[in-house]
């Protein structure tokens, strides 16, 4: 795929959807911070059924340590694989309070630091966060950018790494949430809506479909 289609590609994305934004609920650093932790292998609509009952109770760290471990499990029972990350948040809750005076750091070594947090949810809080064009690779953003050959890699490293080199940089902050949206709701796993699909002309997928 050359330049100019990816530029047609991205420009077509952003008429579309301006001012994209994550799915998820969140009205802080910390709270993103906790429902993107949630969200791995979890829907963002089941994550934000729980927080909104989680977060009006105890939406800072100090908050989630006073609810107790067992009390926050209950909050995100819930959600696929809630020991585990129950566990994490809690731990992270510690840190945040002990290393970092309760204050999500806007730094992705210190992120990633943080139990339950890897490459990918630092991205999102480093970008939709703190505006950093950082570019978060999940599934959706995975087979999109493989589909369409806009990026092509292996595995989610080398799609990141070919995008953070082919997007420009007046795409760069939103081009993620753009990806997954496009996933998430046309370019879907089983059979993309080419029919509907707002790039079809440039896509390079073989073997397009009609819906």
């Known amino acids: 795929m050359n330049k100019e289609k990816r530029h047609e590609i991205l420009t077509r994305l952003r ?7 994550t799915e998820l609920e969140y009205s802080s650093p910390f709270e993103l911070l906790v429902a993107v932790t949630l969200s791995a292998q979890a829907t963002d609509v089941g994550v934000n059924k729980a927080t909104r009952k989680l977060f009006p109770v105890a939406n800072t760290p100090q908050g989630i340590l006073d609810l107790g471990l ?7 029972k819930t959600i696929g694989l809630f020991n585990s990350k129950a566990n994490n948040v809690y731990k992270m809750c510690e840190i945040l309070v002990n290393q ?16 339950g947090v890897g490459r990918k949810t630092a991205n999102v809080v480093l970008n939709t966060a703190f505006g950093w064009p950082t570019i978060a690779v999940d599934t959706h953003i995975f087979r999109v950018s493989n589909r369409t050959k806009f990026a092509m890699g292996k595995d989610v490293v080398a799609v990141e790494q070919k995008l953070e080199k082919v997007v420009p940089k007046e795409f760069k902050v939103d081009v993620h949430h753009w990806l997954i949206l496009h996933g998430r709701y046309t370019c879907v796993a089983r059979k993309p809506k080419c029919g509907s699909c707002i790039i079809e002309d440039l896509c390079e997928f073989k073997e397009k479909t009609e819906g």
């Open 70 to 76: 067992e009390g926050l499990r209950d909050y995100i």
């Open 15 to 21: 008429d579309d959807n301006p001012h994209p934004e």
């Open 100 to 115: 970092h005076n309760s204050i999500v750091p806007e730094n992705r070594e210190a992120l990633e630091a943080l139990p």
